[in-house]
T-cell receptor
Framework: EAQVTQNPRYLITVTGKKLTVTCSQNMNHEYMSWYRQDPGLGLRQIYYSMNVEVTDKGDVPEGYKVSRKEKRNFPLILESPSPNQTSLYFC??????????????FGQGTRLTVV | AQTVTQSQPEMSVQEAETVTLSCTYDTSESDYYLFWYKQPPSRQMILVIRQEAYKQQNATENRFSVNFQKAAKSFSLKISDSQLGDAAMYFCAYMDSNYQLIWGAGTKLIIKP
């Protein structure tokens, strides 16, 4: 089954404690991205990756890191989480850029609370 | 920069009736795609319908259809014969020429039984 697997689904952590949210897709997609969803703001892109070893900042990259060492995995790293990073996070993947209009496939979301 | 506006934070409709969710966008591009995604309480993001800007014919998927007005930069979603399972957040999204998705703030749809 084609899917994007994101873990964990829920996470409560304390300010400053490094954490990683994992994301893996089995569709051989080149494009992957991370979003955060906040009420009244919709989804905002944090980082994206067009291919292995290629990552770019989205609209809200501050306080986040990503890496793309393999095509299937695209982890999101918060090295020193702060309360303003409390949010719902989504990983998504899509076919290569040539497939314009292609559907984005999303993970199940991670509800992160930083206290 | 492109922007997407969903002016209705919340809408409600009686079961079996029709509801229209509005979406407007701002762009100077001529070639782009527009999408509607549904997010039920399970949080899963589900593609409802997509529209290519060059296609004049409005997209339709069963009970879901769009009213795409390119000159007015409007992309509304019509849901006919509303069902309880349609209750969700609905997001409008624009794909620009750089392959990036720009999202609206979302509309929460409530279905009254």
């Amino acid at each position: 089954e084609a899917q994007v697997t994101q873990n964990p689904r829920y996470l409560i952590t304390v300010t400053g404690k490094k954490l990683t949210v994992t994301c893996s897709q089995n569709m051989n997609h080149e494009y992957m991205s991370w979003y955060r969803q906040d009420p009244g703001l919709g989804l905002r892109q944090i980082y994206y990756s067009m291919n292995v070893e290629v990552t770019d900042k989205g609209d809200v990259p501050e306080g986040y890191k990503v890496s793309r060492k393999e095509k299937r995995n695209f982890p999101l790293i918060l090295e020193s989480p702060s309360p303003n990073q409390t949010s719902l996070y989504f990983c998504a993947s899509r076919p290569p850029r040539g497939f314009k209009g292609s559907e984005a496939f999303f993970g199940q979301g991670t509800r992160l609370t930083v206290v | 920069a492109q922007t997407v506006t969903q002016s209705q934070p919340e809408m409600s409709v009686q079961e079996a009736e029709t509801v229209t969710l509005s979406c407007t966008y701002d762009t100077s591009e001529s070639d782009y795609y527009l999408f509607w995604y549904k997010q039920p309480p399970s949080r899963q993001m589900i593609l409802v319908i997509r529209q290519e800007a060059y296609k004049q014919q409005n997209a339709t998927e069963n009970r879901f259809s769009v009213n795409f007005q390119k000159a007015a930069k409007s992309f509304s979603l019509k849901i006919s014969d509303s069902q309880l399972g349609d209750a969700a957040m609905y997001f409008c999204a624009y794909m620009d020429s750089n392959y990036q998705l720009i999202w609206g703030a979302g509309t929460k749809l409530i279905i009254k039984p």
